[in-house]
């Protein structure tokens, strides 16, 4: 039997919020900066030290998922300013109930249920997010992710009749 290997990357779209934070670093760093040349030298420090954790903090603020589908098995991973990896989530496709395209009315008996949700999706509202549960360890958990069209076929060849087209 072939192996199925596939994996997608998807860019987190900032919002504003993470607007709001990247311009109050600028802003602190400046005014501590601008302190420092006209009341006190120790500004200038604490501008530095501002500085550095600012850069910090905003490549925190550049997020990126990662989709891996290999053989039955879907990986979730959580990139930080494209350095630093965290694998949040891993599913076992045999354990899911239904996927199908948010919003679809397939999923309707699914969505009163109580439920555990994730969202790896790039927040840009022109984005085909898909919606999908999964019953694992007696949790139902729904995600939300954008997956491209080999993703979509892997885990339809999987599970053929779990993946609704409505």
Known sequence: MKDVYVEQLVKQKADSKTFFYKGLCVFVVAVAALAGFFIHALFLLLALVLGVGAYYLLQNLDIEYEYLY??????F???????????ILTVEMEHLETMAIKGSHGLDSLRTMPHKT????????NGRVYEMYIRTEGE????????????VEAVRMLSPRKVVSY
């Open 77 to 87: 991973d959580k990139i930080y300013g494209k350095a630093r990896r965290k694998r």
């Open 140 to 151: 139902l958990l729904q995600i939300f992710y954008e997956p491209n069209d080999e993703i």
């Open 70 to 75: 290999v053989n039955g098995e879907l990986d």
């Open 118 to 125: 994730f969202d790896f999706t790039s927040r840009d509202e």
